[in-house]
């Protein structure tokens, strides 16, 4: 994970946000990825969402696992805690890290290399087991550091740059979480900020896994003519099925939908996702209908964005395993050893 | 039938049955019969890799003496299983006694006249009480416990007492099992003479003892050491671990009104991310860990090479079974030694605890957490399926009120608070363990955890110097893990003596009692058991003291003398192995015909 510190100027007047942090303050160390790459735009918008959430650096936690996605956790929110495991192998290490402290806000930052094959598996079971967190999949169809393989989700038929074709069929991450039980299923593309920043926030704020595959073109081995991850074939073939607002809990929702345009979400902080429909037969609550939808336009090579599936009331890792609100790291240990009288008695049972 | 000697408390049952049949609590039954009478006994399982209707057979050993070790003799046999009878006649040691399920006629070319077989119709009165097909089965096994009692002479009274303790909830359950053995008992009295001389005779009462498995008490090492968070793949023979661990945390850590849990169980997708997760949970401050067994190891070994260099604290517990490969699950062996030792690639090397019974499960358990926290590091708790999953007699479990946790070098929120900046990999003490921060305790502790290249600073390097500075400080550190885990326990022969033998982990029983079989030949020997690695100064100085040291393992490529060999520079021709790796608990026989067979050549050359 190569990085360079950023030099850090305060500039009188920056705003600041409610805990009186500026943007600069959840920015990290400068990115040594390729000029362009789409990473960047994301962890620019990672940024931003967790500069509006005011969210104090030191309770977010930051993991990933390898590969060009797995370095960006060094370049934002400087003050967080870092984790870059090992590959494929974020979903496991985030588990454990909010078993042991729930009340940490969790981001892991994986890619498709990372979450479709080698961590194929983690991926699955941490979307099964709802853990709260933001996974965020920075999607290129191609392996990086390793100089141009296809990876997991490439589309057959996409071309190589050296021309070769890929034949194999593509994992997609939003149809599987989805198919997986998925409680919070987004797609974006790193070229949309303005989508990005709220569905980030709404991924940090829901109370579950939130899954967030970005669309984020590879300048160097995957932007070329005949790629379906490109720039260029990405905006072509653009497709927002919602838009997204994020309220946050003590504001007013102040603009006004017509009958059956939006669809309001409370998320268990108080907080609301306001979606607004850009097809309008399209219900991100109804699984069966976000699937067909989703398999209809993937037919016809559309790149379907925005929060296509939640459901709020499925609940995450700590509800169903009935764990304490307080962090179990943050016990006292009196709490937690029953003493020599209860080992005495237990032992009675064992004569 | 032949002449029987007098075998009064010192003597070997075997019993044969189906499994999944209730044979286990009527095994059970047994043993705790003989524990109450005050006869120091264990009881060992051997049971196939199925769930139900393959042989299984569970062998209990009673001895005035108190030696718990399988000793390779059989007293008296219970074939409850037509299909191994063959078998299980062949095993019963000259002039023991065979009892079998007379309702069916066994193979009349099958006898044996050093031997007495003794035929009783279980299945046919256990059919004419009961109704119920199942219940009929379960009985059936219940009535031999009925028939022992009355050949070995166990007291009634107490089998009657364990009942009522057993089914306090289900008092109808007392009465048919009571009925169950009051058929073989009074069938047993008319038939045969009764006692046998091999029997039972009340001795005492045990007092200050327990009868427990290895796993329940590494589990309960684990909730008395704090940890919150268990993270595990369900594998053999391992699964009691956490079983157990559940139960205790169910016990002892939820809260009665709101069901609410001060603990997180996660049964993970697999071993690779039972590990992720015993370290994301470490990492965060909470007390971590994983059970498992070898193949488990092996998939973990990514996670525990990360732990190693990243300097998180994690507890591995190794419960072993026989290997290579998926091996044989049910069985025993010691032979992770190796992997856990270096387990994943780099140089990397971890501390490991080897317990001996289930007392020092307890113990060990607790200070496995210790250790890994005073040093940032895997800690592997090497436990073996016959400490684990069998029944041991131990002395009561004890509990220091007093006990606080070694939580190691955390810097707290007012300690970050007056420093300047924080630095991860800092050698600040000189002892090689440098100082860690936890995520949501304050701005200036955060720091980026990687397994990639880093300096002391804790920022990514691929700087030559600053790579190698890192890794010798680990060195450094693993000097101060010398220091920091438990010294071997040494016994003195008493006797001048040229030989001696080390030992670890569940060989110990078979060593302590081939020690005393050996010394009434004139053989003596000076015993180290072995406690953890890395290996300290004491060890060093054992091994120096003595020219010829058998070292006694359960495996086949005798990795504790390798790694004595690596650690100590001891000389090769000063080990001589002792192994045994057959997959059954070693016998003592084992250790005894060893050394009497090296000390012959020896005398011999």
């Given at each position: 994970?190569t990085y360079?510190?950023?030099p850090?100027?305060?500039?009188?007047?920056r705003?600041k946000?409610?805990?009186?942090?500026?943007l600069?303050d959840y920015?990290?160390g400068l990115?040594?990825?390729?000029a362009?790459?789409?990473?960047?735009?994301?962890?620019?918008?990672?940024?931003?969402?967790?500069?509006?959430?005011a969210?104090?650096?030191?309770?977010?936690?930051?993991?990933?696992?390898?590969?060009c996605?797995?370095k960006t956790?060094?370049?934002?929110v400087?003050g967080?805690?870092?984790?870059?495991?090992?590959?494929?192998?974020?979903p496991?290490v985030a588990?454990?890290a909010?078993?042991?402290n729930?009340?940490?806000?969790?981001?892991?930052?994986?890619?498709d290399?990372?979450?479709?094959?080698?961590g194929?598996?983690?991926f699955g079971h941490v979307v099964?087991?709802?853990?709260?967190?933001?996974?965020i999949?920075?999607?290129n169809?191609?392996?990086?550091?390793?100089?141009?393989q296809?990876?997991?989700?490439?589309?057959?038929?996409?071309?190589?740059?050296?021309?070769e074709?890929?034949?194999?069929?593509?994992?997609?991450?939003?149809?599987?979480?989805?198919?997986?039980?998925g409680?919070f299923?987004?797609?974006?593309f790193?070229?949309?900020?303005?989508?990005l920043?709220?569905?980030?926030?709404?991924?940090?704020?829901?109370?579950g896994?939130?899954?967030l595959?970005?669309i984020?073109?590879?300048?160097?081995f995957?932007?070329?003519?005949g790629?379906?991850?490109s720039?260029?074939?990405t905006r072509?073939?653009?497709?927002?099925?919602?838009?997204?607002?994020?309220?946050?809990?003590?504001?007013?929702?102040k603009v006004?939908?017509?009958?059956?345009?939006a669809i309001?979400?409370t998320?268990?902080?108080?907080?609301?996702?306001?979606?607004?429909?850009?097809?309008n037969?399209y219900d991100?609550?109804e699984?069966?209908?976000?699937?067909?939808y989703?398999?209809?336009?993937r037919?016809?090579?559309?790149?379907?964005?925005?929060?296509?599936f939640?459901?709020?009331?499925?609940?995450?890792m700590?509800?169903i395993?009935r764990t304490?609100?307080?962090?179990?790291?943050r016990?006292?240990?009196?709490d937690?050893?029953?003493g020599?009288a209860?080992?005495?008695?237990l032992?009675?049972g064992m004569? | 039938?032949?002449?029987t000697?007098?075998r009064?408390?010192?003597?070997v049952?075997?019993?044969g049955?189906v499994?999944?049949?209730?044979?286990?609590?009527a095994?059970?039954?047994?043993?705790?019969?003989?524990?109450?009478?005050?006869?120091?006994?264990?009881?060992?399982?051997?049971f196939?890799?199925?769930?139900?209707?393959?042989?299984t057979?569970?062998?209990?050993?009673?001895?005035k003496d108190?030696?718990i070790s399988r000793s390779?003799?059989?007293?008296?046999?219970?074939?409850?299983n037509?299909?191994?009878?063959?078998?299980?006649?062949a095993?019963?040691?000259s002039?023991?006694?065979?009892?079998?399920?007379?309702?069916?006629?066994?193979e009349?070319?099958?006898?044996?006249?050093?031997?007495t077989?003794?035929?009783v119709?279980?299945?046919?009165?256990?059919?004419?009480?009961?109704?119920?097909?199942?219940?009929r089965?379960?009985?059936?096994?219940?009535a031999?416990?009925?028939?022992?009692?009355?050949?070995l002479?166990?007291?009634?009274?107490i089998?009657?007492?364990?009942l009522?303790?057993?089914?306090?909830d289900?008092?109808?359950?007392?009465?048919?099992?009571l009925?169950?053995?009051?058929?073989?008992?009074?069938?047993?009295?008319?038939?045969?003479?009764?006692?046998l001389?091999?029997?039972?005779?009340?001795?005492?009462?045990n007092?200050g003892?327990?009868?427990m498995?290895?796993?329940?008490?590494a589990a309960?090492g684990?909730?008395?050491?704090?940890?919150?968070v268990?993270?595990?793949?369900?594998?053999?023979?391992s699964?009691?671990?956490?079983?157990?661990?559940?139960s205790?945390?169910?016990?002892?850590?939820?809260?009665?009104?709101?069901g609410?849990?001060?603990?997180?169980?996660?049964?993970a997708?697999?071993?690779?991310?039972a590990?992720?997760?015993?370290l994301g949970?470490?990492?965060?401050?909470?007390?971590?860990?994983?059970?498992?067994s070898?193949?488990?190891i092996?998939?973990?070994?990514?996670?525990?090479?990360f732990?190693?260099?990243?300097?998180?604290?994690?507890?591995?517990?190794?419960?072993?079974?026989?290997?290579p490969s998926?091996?044989?699950?049910?069985r025993t062996q010691?032979?992770?030694?190796?992997?856990?030792?270096f387990?994943?690639?780099?140089?990397?090397?971890?501390p490991m605890l080897?317990?001996?019974?289930?007392?020092?499960c307890f113990?060990?358990?607790?200070?496995?957490?210790d250790?890994?926290?005073?040093?940032?590091t895997?800690?592997?708790?090497?436990?073996?399926?016959?400490?684990?999953?069998?029944?041991?007699?131990i002395?009561?479990?004890?509990w220091?009120?007093q006990?606080?946790?070694?939580?190691?070098?955390?810097?707290?929120?007012?300690?970050?608070?007056?420093?300047?900046?924080?630095?991860?990999?800092?050698?600040?003490d000189?002892?090689?363990?440098?100082?860690?921060t936890?995520?949501?305790e304050h701005?200036?502790?955060?720091?980026?955890?990687?397994?990639?290249?880093h300096?002391?600073?804790?920022?990514?390097?691929?700087?030559?110097?600053?790579?190698?500075?890192?890794?010798?400080?680990?060195?450094?550190?693993?000097?101060?893990?010398?220091?920091?885990?438990?010294?071997?326990?040494?016994r003195?022969?008493g006797?001048?003596?040229?030989?001696?033998?080390?030992?670890?982990?569940?060989?110990?029983?078979?060593v302590?009692?081939a020690?005393?079989?050996?010394?009434?030949?004139?053989?003596?020997?000076d015993?180290?058991r072995?406690?953890?690695?890395?290996?300290?100064?004491?060890v060093?100085?054992?091994?120096?003291?003595?020219?010829?040291?058998?070292?006694?393992?359960?495996?086949?490529?005798?990795?504790?003398?390798?790694?004595?060999?690596?650690?100590t520079?001891?000389?090769?021709?000063?080990?001589?192995?002792v192994?045994?790796y057959?997959?059954?608990?070693?016998?003592?026989?084992c250790?005894v015909d060893?050394?009497?067979?090296?000390?012959r050549?020896?005398?011999?050359?």
């Amino acid at each position: 994970m190569t990085y360079i510190q950023k030099p850090k100027i305060d500039l009188p007047g920056r705003e600041k946000n409610a805990i009186g942090l500026t943007l600069r303050d959840y920015e990290g160390g400068l990115s040594t990825l390729c000029a362009g790459c789409g990473h960047d735009s994301i962890t620019a918008a990672i940024v931003q969402a967790f500069y509006e959430l005011a969210i104090p650096p030191e309770n977010v936690i930051k993991l990933s696992g390898i590969g060009c996605s797995s370095k960006t956790p060094a370049y934002f929110v400087q003050g967080a805690h870092g984790f870059n495991s090992v590959h494929g192998r974020m979903p496991s290490v985030a588990t454990g890290a909010l078993a042991g402290n729930r009340s940490l806000v969790c981001i892991g930052v994986s890619g498709d290399g990372d979450s479709l094959s080698i961590g194929f598996g983690q991926f699955g079971h941490v979307v099964r087991r709802n853990l709260n967190m933001l996974y965020i999949i920075e999607n290129n169809g191609v392996y990086g550091l390793t100089k141009g393989q296809f990876s997991a989700s490439a589309d057959p038929g996409s071309k190589a740059k050296k021309g070769e074709v890929n034949v194999m069929q593509s994992i997609d991450p939003v149809a599987t979480a989805i198919a997986l039980g998925g409680s919070f299923v987004a797609r974006g593309f790193s070229g949309d900020r303005d989508q990005l920043v709220p569905l980030i926030k709404a991924g940090i704020r829901h109370e579950g896994c939130a899954i967030l595959d970005v669309i984020s073109p590879c300048v160097t081995f995957n932007d070329h003519e005949g790629s379906t991850k490109s720039y260029a074939y990405t905006r072509k073939n653009y497709h927002p099925a919602v838009y997204t607002d994020f309220v946050p809990p003590a504001e007013e929702i102040k603009v006004k939908y017509g009958e059956g345009e939006a669809i309001s979400v409370t998320l268990h902080d108080g907080s609301k996702i306001r979606l607004r429909k850009a097809d309008n037969d399209y219900d991100p609550s109804e699984r069966s209908a976000v699937m067909h939808y989703l398999e209809a336009q993937r037919a016809k090579g559309e790149v379907v964005t925005g929060l296509l599936f939640i459901d709020e009331d499925l609940p995450e890792m700590h509800a169903i395993s009935r764990t304490e609100r307080a962090p179990l790291a943050r016990r006292s240990f009196a709490d937690l050893s029953p003493g020599a009288a209860a080992l005495a008695r237990l032992q009675k049972g064992m004569r | 039938m032949s002449a029987t000697q007098s075998r009064v408390n010192d003597f070997v049952l075997k019993i044969g049955t189906v499994n999944g049949t209730g044979s286990a609590s009527a095994n059970g039954l047994l043993m705790k019969a003989l524990f109450r009478m005050g006869i120091p006994v264990t009881g060992k399982n051997l049971f196939p890799s199925n769930i139900q209707g393959l042989p299984t057979w569970y062998e209990v050993r009673a001895n005035k003496d108190g030696y718990i070790s399988r000793s390779g003799r059989v007293d008296v046999m219970v074939a409850m299983n037509a299909q191994t009878y063959k078998q299980d006649l062949a095993e019963v040691s000259s002039g023991g006694f065979l009892i079998y399920d007379s309702t069916w006629p066994r193979e009349t070319t099958l006898r044996r006249d050093d031997i007495t077989v003794l035929g009783v119709p279980l299945a046919r009165m256990a059919n004419e009480h009961f109704k119920v097909a199942r219940v009929r089965i379960l009985m059936k096994n219940v009535a031999y416990v009925g028939v022992l009692a009355a050949l070995l002479d166990i007291d009634l009274d107490i089998i009657r007492q364990l009942l009522k303790e057993t089914f306090a909830d289900k008092p109808k359950l007392v009465d048919s099992n009571l009925e169950a053995i009051m058929l073989g008992y009074d069938y047993a009295m008319k038939q045969f003479t009764c006692p046998l001389p091999v029997r039972a005779e009340k001795m005492g009462d045990n007092a200050g003892k327990v009868m427990m498995e290895g796993n329940a008490a590494a589990a309960l090492g684990a909730v008395y050491a704090g940890a919150t968070v268990g993270a595990w793949y369900p594998i053999t023979p391992s699964t009691s671990v956490m079983d157990a661990f559940k139960s205790y945390c169910d016990m002892f850590r939820t809260d009665r009104e709101s069901g609410e849990r001060r603990y997180c169980i996660i049964q993970a997708e697999d071993e690779l991310a039972a590990a992720g997760i015993v370290l994301g949970a470490n990492w965060t401050g909470a007390r971590a860990f994983t059970p498992t067994s070898g193949p488990g190891i092996s998939l973990m070994s990514e996670f525990i090479g990360f732990a190693y260099y990243a300097e998180i604290p994690a507890v591995f517990m190794d419960i072993q079974r026989v290997g290579p490969s998926t091996g044989m699950p049910t069985r025993t062996q010691q032979c992770d030694l190796m992997l856990a030792a270096f387990a994943s690639h780099g140089d990397t090397r971890h501390p490991m605890l080897f317990p001996c019974d289930p007392k020092e499960c307890f113990e060990l358990s607790v200070k496995a957490f210790d250790l890994a926290e005073r040093l940032q590091t895997p800690v592997f708790f090497m436990s073996d399926l016959d400490i684990g999953m069998n029944d041991w007699m131990i002395d009561e479990l004890q509990w220091d009120d007093q006990y606080q946790p070694d939580r190691g070098k955390v810097l707290t929120a007012e300690q970050l608070e007056g420093i300047d900046k924080f630095h991860r990999y800092l050698d600040r003490d000189g002892d090689g363990i440098p100082w860690r921060t936890l995520p949501g305790e304050h701005p200036k502790g955060a720091y980026f955890v990687r397994g990639s290249g880093h300096n002391r600073y804790g920022a990514y390097t691929e700087d030559a110097q600053e790579y190698q500075d890192v890794l010798d400080r680990l060195l450094l550190k693993w000097e101060t893990a010398k220091q920091l885990v438990p010294g071997p326990v040494v016994r003195h022969a008493g006797k001048r003596s040229e030989h001696a033998i080390v030992a670890f982990g569940s060989s110990h029983g078979a060593v302590i009692e081939a020690l005393d079989t050996l010394a009434t030949g004139g053989i003596h020997a000076d015993y180290m058991r072995l406690r953890a690695f890395p290996f300290n100064d004491d060890v060093e100085a054992f091994l120096d003291a003595h020219d010829t040291i058998f070292v006694v393992e359960q495996n086949r490529d005798a990795q504790m003398r390798s790694l004595l060999m690596l650690e100590t520079g001891v000389a090769a021709e000063k080990l001589v192995p002792v192994l045994h790796y057959n997959g059954l608990p070693i016998p003592s026989d084992c250790v005894v015909d060893a050394l009497r067979s090296h000390i012959r050549k020896e005398a011999a050359a």
